[in-house]
Every structure is written in C-alpha cells, then in structure tokens.
C-alpha cells in the first residue's frame, strides 16, 4: 500500500498567518491526491481534490499543489475556523491512504 | 438536500458481527462509488472499503486490514448501502463513516458528502 507522510504532525499559527502542509507519497500518485479538513467530533470535509481543485464552497484561501509524490497545502491567511486536524488522502490506486493529520492550533 | 445517514452502530463482542447501513437521499446513488471509512478514538482516518457504482458493475475494494471479515453491499431500489462486519476485533472499535465518492470529467475522484458516522465498540 501506498504510504503518505505529513509534516508537520502539529503546527502553532495565528491568525492572518500563511501555513502549509506536506504530504509525501512512498511512489507516484499522479495528481490523485486530496484534502481533508475535521474538526473535533465532526466527520471531515473535503477541502480539495486531484491536488489542486477546490471543492465548491470552500473559501479561496484554501489552495493545493504538486504531483508525483510530493504535495502542499497552502492556508492564505488563517481564519478562527481553520483551526482543524488536515489530512491527505491518496485516492488513485487501491487501498487508498490517508496521511496521519496534521493538527493545526492556535498560539 | 444531499445526505447520507449511517446506523447500526452499538456495542458487540470481539468475534461477533454487526451490520451498518446507510441510507442516502438528494442524488443518484447508482452513478456513485460508496466508501466506508473508519476512525478510532484519538487516531487518524482510515479507509476501509468501496463499492463502486452501477457501470462499474458494483465491484468491491477493502483495506487488506477488513478484507475478509468485511463486506460491503448496496440496494439501490432503496437507496443503501451496508457494511457486514463479521469476526471484530478490539481493534475495530472506530466511528464509522459512509461517504459519497464523486467523479469530476478527468475521472478525478473525491470523497465529497459525509455522514456524521456512528459509533462501533467492540468490548466483552
């Protein structure tokens, strides 16, 4: 199975900061790569889709990028409600895989 | 209104079974591929299983992890979909979560409608 590893695990912002988050895939994965807000006691939401595309209705300071194997996600500006758990989610080759979150918190 | 609603969930033995459902509403459940995905308590996400939609003639994936103890199913006369939990371990004690997967015009796939999940807890 395809392994994806975040970084960093845990991350301190504040809010108007710029963050971004890593996710590396153990092979290629093309563009099938995507992003996954949950905040606690709540089902995730999908953020973005094959690496770059923005889920309808999620605000535009929510941006992706990569491929192959190496992957960003990029928080322009951080809001009070970003403060989530961030997960990556390889959906292009069977099982799929998700990274081990990246819990985002306030300084 | 889009939705998928899970059930099912509860309290069962390690060697037991149990049988999620989940009913949706607000779209044509046979043009979709259905994901059951898992979280134990404190831990990250984990993936359990698809089945994929009508054209791709309903064939199943699971996570090596659930493959041959789990089985996944759906009726779209009723608009469902199941999960048949046989064999649980302690391990298995996870929210469970039934999710949409849509498909945009390049075969992109995305897990874009959740459930709010329902609980399993695999205890003696």
């Known amino acids: 199975a395809i392994q994806l590893t975040q970084s960093p695990s845990s991350l301190s912002a504040s809010v108007g900061d710029r963050v971004t988050i890593t996710c590396r895939a153990s092979?290629?994965?093309?563009?099938?790569l995507g992003w996954y807000q949950q905040k606690p006691g709540k089902a995730p939401k999908l953020l973005i889709y094959a690496t770059s595309n923005l889920q309808s209705g999620v605000p535009s300071r929510f941006s992706g990028s990569g491929s192959g194997t190496d992957f960003t996600l990029t928080i322009r500006s951080l809001q009070p409600e970003d403060f989530a758990t961030y997960y990556c989610l390889q959906d292009g080759n069977y099982p799929l895989t998700f990274g081990q979150g990246t819990r985002l918190e306030i300084k | 209104e889009v939705q998928v609603l899970e059930s099912g969930g509860g309290l069962v033995q390690p060697g037991g079974s149990l049988r999620l459902s989940c009913g949706i509403s607000g779209f044509i459940f046979s043009d979709h591929h259905m994901d059951w995905v898992r979280q134990a308590p404190g831990k990250g996400l984990e993936w359990v299983g698809r089945t994929k939609d009508k054209r791709r003639n309903y064939n199943t994936e699971y996570a090596a992890s659930v493959k041959g103890r789990f089985s996944i199913s759906r009726d779209d006369s009723k608009n469902s979909l199941f999960l048949q939990m046989n064999s649980l371990k302690s391990e298995d004690t996870a929210v469970y979560y039934c999710v949409r997967v849509s498909s945009d015009a390049s075969g992109s796939d995305a897990l874009d409608i959740w459930g709010q999940g329902t609980m399993v807890t695999v205890s003696s």
């Open positions: 092979q290629g994965i093309r563009n099938d």
